[in-house]
């Protein structure tokens, strides 16, 4: 019912910048939270980024000014802005956003297939 799918990854030098894309399609009647979380060779996926429908955002400790998340509403959109790009960002990126269907009376979280965020000279 519900598709995210994400786009914009690739390789890139330190201190570099990349821009990461996330659609959402389907019958979605209206979504909630979006976020972008990330999970490295080894490790817990974790949050990275988050902004609610009203626009109010959190970032991760290890992004905070780096990192800037954005949405239009209007297109089922999410992006993430990484400046500054380090080694220890490199990881797969995966959108998450909370969804109510048509057909539904609640809203249920899904996920994207995750794109490859490699930073590396």
């Known amino acids: 019912q519900v598709q995210l799918v994400e786009s914009g990854g690739g390789l890139v030098q330190p201190g570099g910048s990349l821009r990461l894309s996330c659609a959402a399609s389907?019958?979605?009647?209206?979504?909630?939270?979006m976020a972008w979380y990330r999970q490295a060779p080894g490790k817990q996926r974790e949050l990275v980024a988050g902004i609610g429908s009203d626009g109010n955002t959190n970032y991760a400790d290890s992004v905070k000014g780096r990192f800037a998340i954005s949405r239009e509403n209007a297109k089922n959109l999410v992006y993430l802005q990484m400046n500054s790009l380090k080694p220890e960002d490199t990881a797969v990126y995966y959108c998450?956003?909370?969804?109510?269907?048509?057909?539904?009376?609640?809203?249920?979280?899904?996920w994207g297939q995750g794109t490859q965020v490699t930073v590396s000279s």
């Open positions: 389907g019958s979605i009647f209206r979504i909630y939270t």
């Open positions: 998450n956003a909370g969804i109510q269907v048509l057909s539904a009376q609640t809203q249920r979280y899904y």
